[in-house]
């Protein structure tokens, strides 16, 4: 039985890759103009950022590598504030019937600490979410396609990973909710070339969404 909900953040509860990619490209090809821009869109999606330099850049230092990734996300909070960036439709109606009945739910994202602050600014997160109930990117598991964040997040829940349900949007992310035991994942299709990689994947998911209108009576009625 379905108890829980948990949220990848990004392509999920907001439509925001392609400002991702953007950064990405723009950021990996100022370091290394030797890969092209398809093969970094083709990578990033559901990866720590310290995986992502790694694999373009190479090994660097630590502080290198923090700076990077700084780097990359202050390039894509200026870009989400320029596009004046909104939640996906029916995501804060979504949150707020999950207080009104009580249902325990959380964020599990591969965004780092640099992230999960503007989130709170500029989403304003805090409505339904204690920071430190939300899982993401400190350095301490390894990143999706393991399958520990999502673990983590159902722990922090109080409950079983069979009993959460999971969103996403990337097949990373979808592959690390089937290796944690996830009990229904979701996936939120934003693009008929994203739904397509899912139709045509060996991953089980349970519905494909575009929107959280609805959400839960169709949840609960599966």
């Given at each position: 039985m379905?108890?829980?909900?948990?949220?990848?953040?990004?392509?999920?509860?907001v439509?925001?890759?392609?400002l991702?990619?953007?950064?990405w490209?723009?950021?990996?090809?100022?370091?290394?103009?030797?890969?092209?821009e398809?093969?970094?869109?083709d990578?990033?999606?559901?990866?720590?950022n310290?995986?992502i330099?790694?694999?373009?850049?190479?090994?660097?230092?630590?502080?290198?590598?923090?700076?990077?990734?700084?780097?990359?996300?202050?390039?894509?909070?200026?870009?989400a504030?320029?596009?004046?960036?909104?939640?996906?439709?029916?995501?804060?109606?979504?949150?707020?019937e999950?207080?009104?009945?009580?249902?325990?739910?959380?964020?599990?994202?591969?965004?780092?600490?640099?992230n999960?602050?503007?989130?709170?600014d500029y989403f304003?997160?805090?409505?339904w979410f204690?920071?430190?109930?939300?899982?993401?990117?400190?350095?301490?598991?390894?990143?999706k396609?393991?399958?520990?964040?999502?673990?983590?997040?159902?722990?922090?829940?109080?409950?079983?990973?069979?009993?959460?349900?999971?969103?996403?949007?990337?097949l990373?992310?979808a592959?690390s909710a089937n290796?944690?035991g996830?009990g229904?994942?979701i996936?939120?299709?934003?693009?008929?070339?994203?739904?397509e990689?899912?139709?045509?994947s060996?991953?089980a998911?349970?519905?494909?969404i575009?929107?959280?209108?609805?959400?839960?009576?169709?949840?609960?009625?599966?």
């Amino acid at each position: 039985m379905i108890k829980g909900v948990i949220f990848d953040f990004n392509g999920t509860m907001v439509f925001d890759g392609h400002l991702h990619e953007q950064a990405w490209v723009e950021m990996i090809q100022k370091h290394n103009d030797n890969v092209t821009e398809q093969e970094i869109i083709d990578y990033i999606h559901g990866r720590t950022n310290n995986v992502i330099i790694e694999h373009f850049i190479g090994e660097v230092s630590e502080e290198e590598l923090q700076k990077l990734s700084d780097e990359k996300e202050k390039e894509y909070h200026r870009l989400a504030r320029k596009e004046q960036l909104e939640y996906v439709e029916g995501t804060e109606d979504l949150l707020d019937e999950l207080v009104e009945k009580e249902v325990p739910f959380t964020i599990a994202t591969a965004s780092p600490k640099i992230n999960i602050d503007f989130y709170f600014d500029y989403f304003d997160l805090g409505r339904w979410f204690k920071y430190d109930e939300i899982v993401y990117d400190d350095g301490t598991f390894p990143g999706k396609p393991e399958p520990h964040i999502y673990k983590k997040a159902a722990e922090s829940l109080g409950l079983e990973p069979e009993e959460c349900v999971v969103i996403e949007d990337a097949l990373t992310g979808a592959e690390s909710a089937n290796r944690a035991g996830i009990g229904k994942v979701i996936i939120m299709s934003y693009s008929d070339e994203q739904r397509e990689l899912f139709e045509t994947s060996d991953l089980a998911y349970d519905a494909i969404i575009t929107d959280f209108n609805g959400f839960l009576d169709k949840l609960w009625a599966k």
